[in-house]
């Protein structure tokens, strides 16, 4: 065979593609979720993302040992806000409450972790909605002051980076300000820059019982404020927006689905790129692992290879602490 270029050598051993890998994925570049219940010291499995947990506080300080043993340093919470809570205003969001108090607490006993929050109205709304109900519509300019005071209730409780998941027009600039006025300048905004109306967050709904509800006068999907998945060049329009408003992060979220727009914003953008690994597209994986179908290890390591590969600096993801141990073990090859 008269082949002059071999590709293969470049694989012919372990060693050799260690050598030759392009693609990093360590645990610092991952993010853990957590979703925190107001008891402190429940722990309740979520039914559609198995591994995954509703914890107390006392429960979340006792697992952060383990992420901590693991060099797990970075975690994004939210809340599950019982339902005699929520209203239509999301009042319980901009008063003092067991998820600004968790978020000292964390703080206090593991000040060198990167705690992130998340701001959007939904896990408080009554209405199941990202941003406030008014007359039927999820009305942008009227949501605004309310996510405003959400950021500075957060930046005080000690969070160091905000993550307004609501896709409301304005809102990076306008929380922005609003820390900037309070004094915050340092608290940094992880904006979801392109988040799309994805059917992949079911899980997390059910984690947080925050659904769009089915009332009469009120939208029954968010597709009038979230990204419509057939659209890449809206999510460069957005990335252009939230740079100029002040956002420290673009995130792209779902990812798998997605890997274009991490790509785009990544030949685009300097800012880092943050990717959500989202509830639905982590679910299904499990069910096929579970069935016997796939192997959950290597089909979860290679999910967030190709997440890396993409261009994302940062990844959420349910997956992160059995990662984290996998690289531990030293069976991440
Ligand atoms: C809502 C929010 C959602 C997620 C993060 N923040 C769900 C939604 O928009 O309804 C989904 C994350 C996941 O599925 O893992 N503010």
Known sequence: MNITRRPRRNRSSAAVRAMVRETELTPAHLVQPIFLMPEADTRLPVSSLPGTF?????????????YRKLNLNSFIMFPAVPEENKDKTGTYGLE?????????????EHPDICLISDIALDPYSSDGHDGLVLNGKVDNDATLPLLDKMSVLQAEAGFDLLGPSDMMDGRVGSMRRALDAAGYIDVGIMSYTAKYASAFYGPFRDALDSAPRQLQDVPTDKKTYQMDPANAREALLEATLDVAEGADYL??????NYLDIIYRLRESQQLPIAAYHVSGE????????????LDYQQAATEALVSIRRAGADVIITYFAKDYASWWQQGVIQ
Do not use: H, T
Not at 251 to 256: G, R, S
Not at 282 to 293: I, Q, S, T, V, Y
């Open 54 to 66: 509703r914890l107390g506080i006392e429960e979340v300080l006792r697992e952060m040992e383990q």
């Open 282 to 293: 982590c679910a299904m994986l499990l069910a096929a692992a579970e069935r016997g179908w």
């Open 251 to 256: 995130m792209v979220k779902p990812a798998i």
């Open 96 to 108: 003092d409450n067991f998820y600004l108090e968790a978020a000292r607490r964390l703080k206090a």
